[in-house]
């Protein structure tokens, strides 16, 4: 069940607040977006507009859900990617939801996203069905091996990059941070949970950034040693940073365990991701180096 296009899924087998995009956008990437609402928020017309611009694919990235727009030798599709290996059976509980609501929602989250936030429609809002209890529950999992607080309405968590770290306050690029909010409605889809996994090494300008975020989205479609890819890299919210962001809508919340997956998959992809932007900026030192390095 692959194809090229706008949208592509890659299986393989072995009112409580405003939900706000990853970061602001800069003058290049407002161009485009104001260019896609004069446009009328077309798809066929997003589409041809990002594949030529990958401040685009950023712009509209910083609204995915469950997938990312990528940008690949001249195409452009919309792109999730689930691993199963032959141990696991989460099958119906787990992955089949997951795919669903993957296929049902994902161009819908990021186009309409896009659309409500730059011109001038109503945020659809609602309430998080994910609670204090759930929050809970997934910090009780993964502060056996981080830092994690939780409160009402979210979870923040430090993943070590480095051996022996614990948390930022150790120094610059020791540790990547994860945040899960339940008070961060999407525009289009919602009430749900916002997760945002953000690392700390900090790119020489934002085209690097971007081309290096279009880059992983790349890689999280063929690398299997990668957790599953439903999601999409974009800047983050704090410098030129790459963020890795998602929303599970209402609807999802009631799939057994997705939250803790969610956040063990965070884990599992802050460790990996960590060597691939550390390649990333060997790139930037050593111009001889090709993609194919990663």
């Known amino acids: 069940m692959s194809s090229r296009g706008l949208s592509r899924l890659g299986v393989a087998n072995g009112p409580t607040g405003r939900f706000t995009p990853t970061h602001a956008l800069n ?6 977006v104001r260019e896609f609402v004069a446009n009328g928020g077309d798809r066929q017309k997003a589409a041809r507009l990002a594949g030529y611009r990958e401040d ?9 859900a469950l997938g990312a727009l990528t940008l690949e030798e001249g195409n452009v599709y919309l792109g999730s990617r689930l691993t199963i290996y032959s141990e696991e059976d989460a099958w119906a509980t787990l992955h089949l939801p997951l795919l669903a609501f993957t296929l049902i929602c994902d161009s819908h989250a990021i186009l309409g996203g896009m659309r409500r936030s730059f011109a ?13 209890e759930d929050l809970a529950l997934v910090q009780s999992y993964i502060s056996r091996v981080c830092v994690c607080t939780a409160d009402d309405d979210g979870l923040t968590a430090e993943f070590a990059l480095e051996p022996g770290a614990i948390s930022a306050g150790m120094g610059r690029g020791k540790t990547a941070l994860f945040q899960l909010h339940t008070d961060q409605p999407h525009p289009e889809l919602g009430g749900g949970m916002f997760c945002l ?5 900090r790119f020489e300008g934002e085209d690097k950034l971007n081309m290096a975020c279009n880059l992983l989205n790349q890689i999280e479609m063929t690398d299997e040693d990668m957790p599953p890819h439903f999601g999409a890299w974009c800047p983050g919210r704090a410098g030129n940073i790459a963020a890795y962001v998602s929303f ?9 365990g997705i939250a803790i997956n969610v956040a063990v998959w965070a884990m599992n992809r802050a460790a990996r991701a960590k060597a ?3 390649r990333l900026d060997a790139q930037e030192a050593d111009p001889e180096s090709t993609q194919e390095d990663c």
Do not use: I, Y
């Open 27 to 32: 003058e290049s990437q407002g161009a485009f």
């Open 56 to 64: 685009g694919a950023s712009a509209m990235n910083a609204f995915a």
């Open 120 to 132: 001038g429609e109503d945020s659809r809002g609602g309430d998080s069905e994910w609670k204090p």
């Open 197 to 201: 996994l953000q690392f700390p090494q």
């Open 248 to 256: 599970l809508p209402n609807a999802l919340h009631r799939v057994n």
């Open 276 to 278: 691939l932007l550390d």
